[in-house]
C-alpha cells in the first residue's frame, strides 16, 4: 500500500486547507484510514480517522467542529478538510492506512504510512 499526501502550505490564521491522501495498492482488508499530526518537538498525535466501508469517522475532540475526514472511494483519496485553522495546527500532517475493520486511533496500530505535508499557520 502507497500513500501519497498532497495539499499541505502557508495558511493565514482563520483561514482553510483541505489535504488529499491519495491511496495505491491497497486490499479490502485496508479498511481505516487516518490522519495524524507531528509539531516541532511533540509527539505525533492523531487527527481523525475513517472507514472505507460505511464511512465512519472518528475526529480527535482537539480538532472536532473545525476538521472533517470524508473519502472518495472512485478515487481511492481520503481528504482532510480544515477551517479555522489556528497557529497551533501547524505541523506535518501524515496520512496512514490501517489494515484493520473498525476504526482505530493509536499511531502504533496503523501500517502504512505517506511521506507527510506541511502546514503552516501564520500571519
Known amino acids: 500500500v502507497q500513500l501519497q499526501a498532497s495539499g499541505g502550505g502557508l495558511v493565514q490564521p482563520g483561514g482553510s486547507l483541505r489535504l488529499s491522501c491519495a491511496v495505491s495498492?491497497?486490499?479490502?482488508?485496508?479498511?481505516?484510514m487516518g490522519w495524524f499530526r507531528q509539531a516541532p518537538g511533540k509527539e505525533r498525535e492523531f487527527v481523525a480517522a475513517i472507514t472505507w466501508s460505511g464511512g465512519s469517522t472518528n475526529v480527535a475532540e482537539h480538532v472536532k467542529g473545525r476538521f472533517t475526514i470524508s473519502r472518495d472511494s472512485a478515487k481511492n483519496t481520503v481528504y482532510l478538510q480544515m477551517n479555522s485553522l489556528k497557529p497551533e495546527d501547524t505541523a506535518v500532517y501524515y496520512c496512514?492506512?490501517?489494515?484493520?475493520?473498525?476504526?482505530?486511533?493509536?499511531?502504533?496500530?496503523?501500517?502504512?504510512w505517506g511521506q507527510g505535508t506541511q502546514v503552516t499557520v501564520s500571519s
Open positions: 496512514a492506512a490501517a489494515d484493520r475493520v473498525l476504526i482505530i486511533t493509536t499511531s502504533n496500530d496503523f501500517h502504512y
Open positions: 495498492g491497497r486490499t479490502f482488508r485496508t479498511n481505516v
